[in-house]
């Protein structure tokens, strides 16, 4: 063979050598996302450790706040009192993984109440108007009087159901993000589970658990908290055990 011909094939081989190599380097850059040692961090995992430092913030426990993370892009929703909170949160948000923190938390002042409480005064403040009332109109006569307790006892019964039937109400609409909070809030009270990262979210009422818990105890505990939670219909116990 001639030298001209020896160099053709030498070259070719060299090139093939180089597209082998760059190969794996460009498939390698197909992770969703990557945490600052270059491992690959999932969304899942990302939204546990936010929730967990949340849960373990004093400012930020009883908030209501819903995280959510798809490919490292996390959105933060629900209520905080004020900005400096609200601040704080995005601050905790930023775990390794983490491409980008969206901040929709609203600032409301009174976000440590919740609206079955704020149900409750409005129905408690309108009673007490209504036996004042009745109070004055028995003054009048003995009759009166007689007429008005029966009447009375009638309109705090009727009262009574409708305040019922409102607080349910007001339960069933409870927004997922604070479903969310009030599990995890659950998780942080109890023993068993307040040093242990699980991960909720809720869709329609229904809740879903996820991560890796110490014991099969442990995993029936976080549920049956979950399925006492005000506002749960369902829970999806998707707890990994760790062995």
């Known amino acids: ?5 020896v160099s053709r094939v030498v070259a070719s081989l060299g090139l093939v050598g180089v597209l082998a190599t760059a190969a794996p380097a460009i498939a390698g850059n197909n992770h969703q996302q990557t945490g600052t040692a270059g491992v690959t961090v999932s969304d899942d995992t ?14 930020l426990a009883a908030r209501n706040i819903d995280v959510e993370s798809e490919r490292g892009r996390v ?10 909170e609200k601040a704080r949160a995005a601050r905790l948000a930023k775990v390794d993984g983490v491409s980008a923190v969206v901040n929709e938390l609203e600032i409301n002042p009174n976000a440590d109440r919740s609206k079955v409480d704020t149900a409750a005064d ?10 004042d009332a009745t109070a004055k109109g028995a003054e ?23 305040t019922a039937d409102a607080l349910d109400k007001t339960g069933d609409k409870l927004s997922n993000a604070s479903i969310s909070t009030r599990v995890k809030s659950g998780f942080g ?50 707890l990994v055990v760790q062995q």
């Open 1 to 5: 063979m001639k030298a001209s011909n």
């Open 46 to 59: 990302i939204e546990s450790r936010i929730e967990t430092a949340i849960k373990k913030d004093s400012a």
């Open 75 to 84: 959105t933060l929703t629900g209520s905080v009192k004020t900005a400096d």
């Open 122 to 131: 409005k129905t408690k403040e309108g009673l007490n108007k209504a036996v």
């Open 140 to 162: 009048k006569t003995v009759e009166g009087v007689q007429k008005g307790v029966a009447e009375t006892a009638k309109g705090v019964g009727k009262a009574a159901d409708k």
């Open 189 to 238: 009270k109890d023993p068993m589970l307040k040093d242990v990262s699980i991960n909720v979210d809720t869709k329609d009422q229904v809740v879903t658990l996820r991560g890796t818990v110490p014991s099969a105890a442990a995993k029936a505990r976080a549920e049956e908290i979950t399925a006492k939670t005000e506002g749960v219909i369902r829970v999806v116990n998707d």
